[in-house]
């Protein structure tokens, strides 16, 4: 059996597991940004081995296809988000346990952290 890539992966609707101090992140994005992968670690932390990170897709709504971005089942605290590889922050968020967050990626440079 061979496995093909399927274009459609991932652009569905998302079934999110969220309660207690368990939240998630849900990002529009700019249409350019389709196909790039970004980051999430938390905020002030070296963190050694997997961190979080999705492909910006093409997500349904009623009205149109929206490009978007869905970081599932993060912890309750502060997070930077950040295109990979380069970890320059563009996006400081603070995810609630219990609930979704949504925000809207920056158009223009990176997100001033001074």
Sequence with gaps: MTMENNGHAGQGAVLLDIGGDIGALVVTMPPAMLGTEIEIRPTGKHV????????????????????SLVLPELHEGDYEIYERPSGQIRLPVH????????????????????
């Design 95 to 114: 995810v609630a346990g219990g609930e979704v967050t949504h925000l809207t990626w920056p158009l223009g440079g990176a997100y001033d952290v001074g």
């Design 48 to 67: 050694h081995g997997h961190l979080v990170h999705a492909a910006v897709v093409n997500r349904p709504t009623n009205a149109k296809p929206v490009p």
